[in-house]
């Protein structure tokens, strides 16, 4: 985002866990890459994050997922300054291989995000539309999808109120 910095936006990820989500905190995600496009976070494979049988644990790819598909949101209506209230409806998973290193979940749905906030502001109903979310493993198998999450978004965006 032209107006955030890697700096500001690893911030605003970490106070936005601390403040809304705690889990996201214990579970040690990083901003990778960020653009008005796509997003990348990173999240390590370790004790926190790992299951019994030494990958990443399930839980822990659905919040770098929700991560991954929402983050883009509440920063583009910060950056606009309005409100976005989103959610998920649903999620579909598709798991292919076990990552059993440092994960790496990709939305390129930033478009798509920019037309829901769009919509939402101009009709003033809430939005809904699918987010597609790649994780791959690249320390050990490069590019290649670990597991596919569609998520499908809801967004409701409002104008700020002032005081």
Not at 94 to 112: I, M, T
Request: hydrophobic residues 45%.
């Amino acid at each position: 985002m032209a107006t955030v910095t890697m700096k500001q936006a690893q911030r605003m990820l970490f106070w936005f866990g601390l403040r809304y989500i705690p889990l996201i905190g214990f579970c040690s995600p990083k901003i990778r890459e960020m653009s008005e496009r796509h997003l990348v976070i990173s999240m390590p494979h370790s004790w926190r994050t790992k299951n019994h049988l030494g990958s990443i644990y399930f839980g822990a790819l659905a919040i770098g997922a929700d991560l991954a598909g929402a983050f883009l949101v509440f920063s583009k209506a910060r950056e606009r300054g309005i409100n976005a209230n989103f959610a998920f409806k649903d999620v579909h998973g598709e798991f292919l291989k076990r990552p059993e290193a440092e994960v790496f979940f990709r939305s390129d749905d930033g478009d798509v995000i920019d037309a829901m906030i769009n919509e939402s502001m101009a009709t003033g109903q809430r939005i809904n539309k699918p987010v597609k979310i790649v994780v791959t493993c690249p320390s050990l198998h490069g590019d290649e999808p670990m597991a596919n999450f569609q998520l499908t978004l809801s967004v409701k965006a409002t104008p700020r109120k002032t005081k």
